[in-house]
């Protein structure tokens, strides 16, 4: 019997080792055979009942055996890869049972794994950087800051570049100018974005024609969603949605990291001790992931029940905005206390000093809160007559620019499917659980963001990602690329190990 | 001054004979300095103490450490810490004498104590008796003070330098200790056994240095019999560390220490053996261990060389060691061992080394192959093994006298070709010298050798023994308050009368001392096996010509063989009876005259009950015997 390995395509008659691309380790007379009909002195002989195992090392192209749980050595190297397990059998009769790690194996191959994991990890820890003194950490303290400075954590940036004795490239105003229209656009106010930047970087938006088309198509969906100014304004939610994204922009590709703002979420809740007040404050401001998802069906089941007319719509809002009003005026006094945060000229950073005030109101109105939740459900532009209307005006307006656009740089088919998109929303009686009924969600804000925020930055001649991202970014298609060329340590690496 | 001396040798020097250590020392026991004070001044000696052995030196002469132990009594938790900081510098030093830890009594207890205040205490104590843990006297001052059950829970501090000391502790406390060994497998820690806690240390994620010290606790308790050799922990998880730690990406100190302790754990237990041996090609792995400086080392950096020849010694010793005890008693591992690339001339180097200890594994591992029937004929003769043996034997210590005596016991053996060629070359003079020796050990692998010598030897070296032993220490050995001294002299008697010449020859010069021996022995107070082997010395005489004479005229010896015919023992009714065929066989001169004599005395009634015996082998031996009668 010939335990070993073989390429495709190798005489499936004889036993492994013997041919061209076949290795193997054979029972009668414990010898290993490598591509060659002759075998070097190798192991013990092994029979009825042993238990052999072939394992192969996918780092450093070696195979060993075992015998009954014993190592008994390297066998191979340099193996080619794409190689698949086999077994010859000579005797008749001769029986075999394979276990590919469905029984556990006689052998501690978790043990072996641990130390390759502990080998790989050592080997990146003690990656040789730097030839001189010092280079290294200037370099690592650079791309935090930077980082830092990108996402407009001014007051942090400001705090670690004195510690650290750095100078920030960017002026401090710039950074809280960037930080106060992306919290604008990642609280659905996109209309107010679109205008402070227009206000604060006057020709951004007129040179980037496509830019302000994308934000444009953005302010549509907000409107749909009932979260931009311009609609709620006009009768639809309370006020206080608009600042409730509690997640600062800290994902370094925002779409593909976009699990871990449910998870703040749900932190935030249940570091607050009562998840319950906080769900039903979230879904009012429709911006986490878990909530939503609650929401959606209870919505889907209301609506399948009553078809969709404007009179019934307007009856449901009248109540609602009473309701709304009636603890509005607690709301506002926090908003504006919030608001001011944002803009004022204070080193401190306004949205931490807004989330901490916004959680101690919560608590303060905990029971109305409750009731809210309870009759709170979606409606369009927030339910008010008027801001439909206003939306609807809107999307002429989006549709005339979109043709605008085209007739002055030419088609571009990704405004056109974002307009399209867009627009489909209108198509369904509940946009939210309708198949376009992710544009809705919050987490599509980011990179409308991200795309402001680079352009932004271009315009000030920064990078249009930090640097950290892109190494980050760097480090994962790496991996990616080493999982795909065969070198197996790329399996005991991972980005996430080293963000803790 | 502690910021001046940081690091700084010649400047600790310089303090040291400017006569700092004595105002240290006074200030740190003066009751009314304050503890911030004596604490500094504790820092400031553990940081001299760090430095150059001589420092340590100058230290110890200013009786530092009953100063220092003193200062333990402090209620101040800092200035006890920097007490026993400086204490564990100046203990793990090799000047210091560990006995400076075991004067007082009192000392042991309140170091116990002391265990519960801190991690620093936890790891600074752990430290200081793992490295003051010198033999049985210390194993057994530090157990009963419950070491076992204080420093138990350290295994599994959040600390890792306080749980690697916990767990040095232990390798040293059931180091060859039986009662050490056997109360740690009973140990518990948060609900696991202490074998499970040892076993997690072994994990090929751990830092090295803690699988190999968990290994070796678990070789010891293994060797103690606290865990069975065929349990998992041994054969699946120490025995597998340990051979990964004789593995070439290892240090070269930790490769001496894996080698060394798995020649320990495997060395009486054949299975052990077996399963070593065929474990990531060990044996082949060992052959590197005698490459040590390569010739690589030597042209690339003298430092690396200078490391090289440090530990070529220690590694050499350790392979020898480890196949001594890989090839102790399966002869196909033996074979696997001698087709290893080279391995006799190391052997034969290593026998003639100058590091004692070199030669001594070196000759222990000859040993461990000697007793390989096949090696004996083909390889032992092919590298003339004998001649750096014999010259090992010229003034050796004991200790290598034992192991280079028993080889040469087997080299001696009938079927070995090196008999000759040892013969020629003083061995009887050599081996008659041992057996007067005080070591029991050697008496008995002295005669020993002397009796494989003897066995089916031409008369000349016959001769040659008797004059070299001379009849005096003969009697000497078979008045040997040791039996298996005694066995071996009658083997070496019974060998010596074997063929009827050489008997006769032997009985015509010594007859009489013989004879008397072998009446005192047979009326002695002695086991069977004795009796036995002199009746067969008797049946031997009884084979000569002349020398029957002996026993003829001898009616003592004649009622003892007639006694010892109807013994309750089959084995000696067999010897004697051995005895009686020889003095009435036919052919020979003057049997009808034996014969006649020996039916006087009344043997042939014994003759025929012996004949009706159920034992087969009596039974047909009395019908020979009788038959005799009849012809």
């Given at each position: 019997m010939g335990i070993g390995l073989s390429a495709q395509g190798v005489n499936m008659n004889r036993l492994p080792g013997w041919d061209k691309h076949s290795y193997g380790y054979h029972g009668d007379d414990g010898h290993s055979f490598c591509s060659s009909g002759t075998g070097q002195p190798y192991g013990p002989t092994f029979t009825t009942g042993d238990v052999i195992g072939c394992c192969v090392?996918?780092?450093?192209?070696?195979?060993?055996?075992?015998?009954?749980?014993?190592?008994?050595?390297?066998?191979?190297?340099?193996?080619?890869?794409?190689?698949?397990?086999?077994?010859?059998?000579?005797?008749?009769g001769e029986v075999v049972d394979a276990n590919f790690g469905q029984h556990p194996f006689v052998f501690d191959i978790e043990d072996y794994m641990r130390e390759w994991r502990t080998k790989i990890q050592a080997q990146i820890d003690r990656f040789p950087i730097g030839d001189r003194e010092g280079e290294w950490q200037t370099m690592i303290q650079k791309m935090v800051s930077s980082y830092l400075v990108h996402h407009g954590y001014c007051a942090t940036a400001e705090a670690f570049a004195r510690s650290t004795d750095q100078t920030v490239l960017e002026e401090l105003a710039s950074i809280k100018n960037?930080?106060?229209?992306?919290?604008?656009?990642?609280?659905?106010?996109?209309?107010?974005?679109?205008?402070?930047?227009?206000?604060?970087?006057?020709?951004?938006?007129?040179?980037?024609?496509?830019?302000?088309?994308?934000?444009?198509?953005?302010?549509?969906?907000?409107?749909?969603?009932?979260?931009?100014?311009?609609?709620?304004?006009?009768?639809?939610?309370?006020?206080?949605?608009?600042?409730?994204?509690?997640?600062?922009?800290?994902?370094?590709?925002?779409?593909?990291?976009?699990p871990s703002h449910g998870m703040n979420i749900h932190n935030l809740a249940t570091g607050k001790g009562s998840s319950t007040h906080f769900s039903g404050f979230e879904s009012s401001c429709s911006n986490g992931v878990i909530s939503n998802k609650a929401h959606q069906s209870y919505c889907h089941s209301k609506h399948t029940t009553t078809s969709l007319n404007v009179p019934e719509l307007n009856n449901i809002n009248v109540s609602r905005s009473q309701q709304v009003n009636s603890y509005s005026s607690n709301d506002v006094d926090m908003e504006t206390d919030h608001y001011s945060n944002g803009v004022a000229e204070t080193s401190s950073n306004g949205f931490l000093n807004g989330s901490s005030k916004h959680d101690h109101e919560m608590e303060e109105c905990d029971t109305?809160?409750?009731?809210?939740?309870?009759q709170l459900r979606r409606q369009l532009c927030g339910g008010s007559q008027a801001a439909i209307e206003r939306m609807i005006h809107f999307g002429r307006e989006l549709q005339a620019m979109s043709e605008q656009l085209r007739r002055e740089c030419g088609k571009n088919t990704a405004n056109k499917k974002m307009l399209k998109d867009a627009f489909s929303l209108l198509a369904y009686s509940d946009p939210w659980s309708s198949p376009v009924g992710n544009q809705l969600d919050p987490i599509q804000r980011e990179p409308v963001c991200s795309v402001l925020n680079s352009a932004i930055l271009e315009t000030h001649n920064l990078p249009k990602q930090p640097p950290l991202a892109l190494a980050m970014g760097q480090a994962s298609q790496c991996l990616g690329l080493m999982a795909r060329s065969g070198i197996g340590s790329c399996a005991f690496a991972t980005v996430e190990d080293y963000l803790h | 001054m502690k910021n001046a001396v940081i690091g700084n040798n010649k400047q600790k020097a310089n303090l040291i004979v400017l006569g700092a250590v004595p105002r240290l020392l006074y200030l740190l026991q003066q009751e009314t300095s304050s503890t911030e004070l004596r604490t500094e001044c504790a820092v400031v000696l553990g940081s001299l103490a760090m430095g150059t052995e001589n420092n340590v030196k100058s230290l110890l002469d200013c009786h530092i450490i009953p100063a220092l132990l003193q200062g333990l009594l402090s209620p101040d938790l800092k200035f006890i810490e920097a007490c026993l900081r400086c204490l564990r510098t100046i203990f793990i030093s090799p000047v210091t004498?560990?006995?400076?830890?075991?004067?007082?009594?009192?000392?042991?207890?309140?170091?116990?104590?002391?265990?519960?205040?801190?991690?620093?205490?936890?790891?600074?104590?752990?430290?200081?008796?793992?490295?003051?843990?010198?033999?049985?006297?210390?194993?057994?001052?530090?157990?009963?003070?419950?070491?076992?059950?204080?420093?138990?829970?350290?295994?599994?501090?959040?600390?890792?330098?306080?749980?690697?000391?916990?767990?040095?502790?232990?390798?040293?406390?059931?180091?060859?200790?039986?009662?050490?060994?056997?109360?740690?497998?009973?140990?518990?820690?948060?609900?696991?056994?202490?074998?499970?806690?040892?076993?997690?240390?072994?994990?090929?994620?751990?830092?090295?240095?803690?699988?190999?010290?968990?290994?070796?606790?678990?070789?010891?308790m293994c060797r103690a019999g606290a865990i069975r050799t065929d349990d998992s922990c041994i054969v699946l998880k120490t025995l597998p560390c340990?051979?990964?730690?004789?593995?070439?990406?290892r240090l070269l100190e930790e490769r001496v220490e894996g080698a060394e302790t798995l020649a320990y754990l495997i060395e009486t237990d054949v299975e052990l053996q077996r399963i070593a041996s065929i474990t990531d090609h060990l044996i082949v792995m060992l052959a590197d261990y005698f490459k040590y400086p390569s010739s690589v080392s030597a042209i690339t950096d003298i430092k690396r060389l200078d490391h090289d020849l440090k530990?070529?010694?220690?590694?050499?010793?350790?392979?020898?060691?480890?196949?001594?005890?890989?090839?102790?008693?399966?002869?196909d591992i033996r074979k696997k061992i001698i087709e290893t690339e080279n391995m006799m001339d190391r052997i034969v180097n290593g026998l003639s080394e100058s590091s004692i200890k070199v030669r001594?594994?070196?000759?222990?591992?000859?040993?461990?192959?000697?007793?390989?029937?096949?090696?004996?004929?083909?390889?032992?003769?092919?590298?003339?093994?004998?001649?750096?043996?014999?010259?090992?034997?010229?003034?050796?210590?004991?200790?290598?006298?034992?192991?280079?005596?028993?080889?040469?016991?087997?080299?001696?053996?009938?079927?070995?070709?090196?008999?000759?060629?040892?013969?020629?070359?003083?061995?009887?003079?050599?081996?008659?010298?041992?057996?007067?020796?005080?070591?029991?050990?050697?008496?008995?692998?002295?005669?020993?050798?002397?009796?494989?010598?003897?066995?089916?030897?031409?008369?000349?070296?016959?001769?040659?023994?008797?004059?070299?032993?001379?009849?005096?220490?003969?009697?000497?050995?078979?008045?040997?308050?040791?039996?298996?001294?005694?066995?071996?002299?009658l083997g070496l008697l019974r060998n010596l009368l074997s063929t009827r010449p050489h008997i006769d020859h032997i009985m015509s010069t010594h007859g009489k001392q013989i004879m008397q021996a072998v009446t005192l022995i047979l009326e002695g107070e002695h086991n069977i096996e004795v009796k036995e082997q002199t009746l067969c010395i008797l049946a031997n005489i009884a084979d000569g010509t002349t020398a029957k004479e002996l026993i003829m005229t001898n009616d003592d010896i004649l009622q003892k063989i007639k006694y010892y015919m109807s013994h309750s023992n089959a084995k000696l009714q067999l010897a004697a009876m051995f005895c009686i065929s020889n003095l009435i066989w036919n052919e020979e001169e003057g049997s009808q005259e034996r014969q006649d004599k020996l039916r006087d005395i009344g043997i042939v009634d014994i003759l025929h009950k012996l004949s009706q015996s159920s034992d087969p082998n009596l039974c047909d031996k009395a019908k020979t015997a009788l038959q005799q009668y009849l012809a």
């Open positions: 090392n996918l780092i450093n192209n070696t195979c060993f055996y075992t015998k009954n749980g014993h190592s008994l050595g390297i066998a191979f190297t340099d193996l080619p890869p794409n190689l698949y397990p086999t077994v010859g059998l000579q005797t008749p960037r930080q106060r229209i992306q919290k604008l656009v990642l609280a659905g106010r996109m209309g107010e974005a679109i205008e402070t930047t227009q206000q604060l970087y006057p020709s951004l938006l007129e040179r980037n024609p496509n830019l302000l088309f994308a934000l444009k198509v953005r302010q549509f969906i907000e409107m749909v969603n009932g979260t931009d100014s311009e609609v709620r304004c006009l009768g639809g939610h309370s006020p206080k949605s608009q600042d409730s994204y509690p997640v600062s922009p800290r994902s370094f590709s925002s779409p593909s990291m976009s109305e809160m409750e009731v809210d939740s309870s | 004498p560990e006995d400076l830890l075991y004067t007082d009594a009192t000392v042991i207890s309140h170091l116990m104590a002391l265990l519960s205040r801190s991690r620093y205490t936890q790891e600074y104590i752990c430290q200081i008796f793992s490295h003051c843990c010198k033999g049985p006297d210390h194993q057994t001052i530090l157990f009963n003070h419950g070491a076992v059950q204080n420093i138990a829970h350290l295994l599994v501090s959040t600390s890792y330098k306080v749980r690697m000391q916990a767990l040095k502790c232990f390798s040293v406390l059931a180091f060859e200790n039986p009662q050490v060994s056997m109360t740690l497998v009973n140990v518990s820690v948060d609900g696991e056994l202490l074998p499970q806690i040892f076993v997690k240390m072994l994990q090929r994620d751990k830092p090295i240095e803690m699988q190999l010290t968990s290994a070796k606790c678990l070789t010891s340990l051979v990964r730690m004789c593995s070439k990406e530990h070529a010694h220690e590694l050499r010793q350790a392979a020898f060691k480890l196949y001594a005890s890989l090839g102790a008693n399966d002869e001594l594994a070196a000759v222990r591992c000859l040993h461990s192959l000697s007793r390989s029937v096949q090696q004996l004929r083909t390889s032992f003769q092919d590298h003339a093994v004998w001649k750096p043996l014999m010259k090992v034997l010229q003034n050796a210590p004991n200790e290598m006298l034992v192991v280079a005596s028993s080889t040469l016991c087997n080299l001696l053996l009938e079927f070995s070709p090196s008999k000759e060629p040892i013969l020629e070359s003083g061995a009887i003079e050599l081996l008659c010298s041992l057996t007067q020796s005080e070591n029991l050990a050697l008496r008995v692998n002295g005669i020993w050798a002397l009796m494989n010598m003897a066995f089916q030897a031409e008369q000349k070296i016959k001769s040659d023994i008797l004059r070299g032993l001379s009849t005096e220490q003969l009697f000497q050995l078979l008045s040997d308050s040791d039996v298996n001294v005694l066995m071996k002299t």
